[in-house]
């Protein structure tokens, strides 16, 4: 072989094996890349859904003439004259709600006393009858603008039920509550969550009449046309009801979701006849068509208008807290109503017990030990570190740890560099994909033995678990049981 053969030969071989290692390299980077995300299980949420389950908690807001009366319900004859706050201060309450770390606020705008909190022109029965700022005020406007002063998201309560409209029950009422829909939904900005109340009395003033009207609720509001209109005029709204379509009611006011709570539903059972409806809400149920999670609508007081009466009665902090563990902690969003005063102000009561509560939402869950902890699986999407066990420790809510497709149960441990003091184990599913595990539990290790701590049904958005502190280096979560391959965004430990 002549020299510059030999030199040609020997560059062709370098050539290939650089070639080769490059290929190789490159596959092998691929074939990480390659491994392809579990498919979804449907249904999963909308983007405006998920940014609803991120809020976690928001505030509701009941106000009007029934603050002035003492009642709950108010008939609908109640003189607009008589709402009159002396020291209305709405930024004091959207203020106190964005300190305590609520994202949201949703305003009763119209309860069943059919008074309205802004001057709508299709009626007589508003604010612009009563003494409040000479009949210029809109407390509507001025909630509105103050959610957008404080970095807060703006919702509505319109009462369906109208005690106060001569026309209830009759197709006018329809046009006039549409009307109504028409002016909140065009001159305040954008509104995130429209709250349609299920309660509808009968009896009320009805423009004089004073008599019972019944209507069929199932058709009555002919709900399609409304949804539509609304949504024509605010594309990202959502609606709560009973039966959603986009948020469901939990079948209970007294502030939890179920500890088995799917956030998906088929509408069409609700109304089927079923005896255990309220269960069906508090629960959800697994195989359901729609994505349609539990919001909890709770009051920090007995009732959801302002009594002085109450004013000892006001959720303590630590009952808030528990509140909080039974629907955030449940994978739900919570909805906590904070009723302003005659004065039209948050009561000093009221504004001690939310300080109180973000105290303890600050002090239990501010030093996450997972932080700094290692953790392991049994095994992962296939073998791939894109599906590693560190996802869930990164945080970061869209990598997360997730199996082979045909791995519908396994285990993941946390280890720490030290013994630590455990009580609560907080973890989440990545709903974008679906809502999947259907049990678990929580083992620590205690003189050399695993110890099972803790033993739970669903996960969703996110789950916390309260556990009797414990000493422990090492914590285990079993998945038990799953629709698909568990998908686990995020783990914490406090
Ligand atoms: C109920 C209403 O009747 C209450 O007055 C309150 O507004 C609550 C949030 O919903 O159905």
């Not at 999963?44 to 009642?71: C, L, R, S, Y």
Request: net charge negative.
């Amino acid at each position: 072989m002549s020299t510059s053969l030999k030199t040609k030969s020997i560059s062709i071989i370098k050539a290939f094996t650089i070639t080769c290692c490059f290929i190789l390299l490159n596959s092998a980077c691929t074939s990480t890349n390659e491994v392809s995300p579990p498919e979804p299980i449907y249904p999963v949420p909308t983007e405006d859904q998920m940014a609803w389950h991120e809020m976690e908690m928001n505030a509701f807001i009941h106000f009007t003439t029934n603050t002035f009366t003492g009642k709950e319900w108010g008939y609908g004859d109640e003189s607009p004259e008589i709402f009159n706050p002396t020291d209305m201060d709405v930024e004091q309450w959207v203020s106190t709600i964005n300190d305590a770390g609520f994202k949201g606020v949703i305003l009763t705008t119209k309860h069943h006393d059919g008074f309205c909190l802004w001057p709508s022109e299709y009626t007589e029965h508003s604010v612009k009858n009563s003494p409040y700022k000479d009949g210029k005020g809109d407390v509507v406007k001025e909630v509105s603008d103050a959610c957008k002063k404080f970095g807060l998201k703006f919702g509505v309560y319109l009462s369906p039920w109208d005690r106060n409209f001569k026309e209830y029950g009759q197709p006018e009422y329809i046009t006039y509550f549409r009307n109504q829909l028409k002016e909140l939904l065009t001159n305040y900005g954008p509104v995130f969550e429209m709250w349609f109340d299920g309660a509808n009395g009968g009896d009320g003033y009805y423009g004089g009449a004073k008599e019972t009207r019944k209507i069929d609720n199932k058709t009555y509001y002919d709900w399609p046309n409304t949804i539509k209109l609304a949504r024509e005029l605010q594309p990202h709204i959502l609606f709560f009801s009973d039966a959603g379509p986009d948020i469901r009611w939990v079948g209970n006011e007294r502030g939890y979701v179920g500890e088995t709570n799917w956030n998906t539903m088929t509408p069409d059972t609700l109304y089927a006849g079923k005896a255990d409806i309220n269960d069906l809400l508090n629960a959800g149920s697994e195989d359901g068509t729609d994505w349609i999670p539990g919001e909890v609508d709770v009051s920090i007081r007995p009732g959801w208008f302002y009594h002085a009466h109450e004013d000892s009665k006001v959720k303590t902090p630590e009952q808030l807290f528990d509140i909080y563990l039974t629907s955030v902690g449940r994978g739900s969003v919570l909805l906590l109503n904070i009723p302003p005063d005659r004065r039209g102000l948050v009561h000093e009561n009221d504004v001690e017990s939310l300080k109180g509560f973000r105290a303890l939402l600050d002090e239990r869950f501010s030093n996450n030990i997972a932080d700094k902890a290692k953790a392991t699986a049994d095994s992962y999407r296939g073998k791939s570190k894109q599906y590693g066990p560190a996802n869930m420790l990164d945080n970061n809510m869209d990598t997360y740890w997730t199996t082979d497709d045909d791995v519908k149960t396994g285990s993941f441990e946390i280890a720490f560099a030290q013994p630590e003091e455990v009580s609560y184990i907080l973890l989440q599913e990545y709903i974008k994909l679906g809502q999947r595990v259907k049990g678990f539990n929580v083992e620590v290790m205690k003189n050399n033995e695993w110890q099972q701590v803790s033993n739970a049904t669903t996960m969703g958005y996110k789950r916390i678990l309260k556990i009797d502190p414990v000493t422990t280096q090492r914590i285990r979560i079993n998945i038990t049981d799953s629709k698909a391959c568990p998908v686990i965004s995020n783990v914490e430990v406090y």
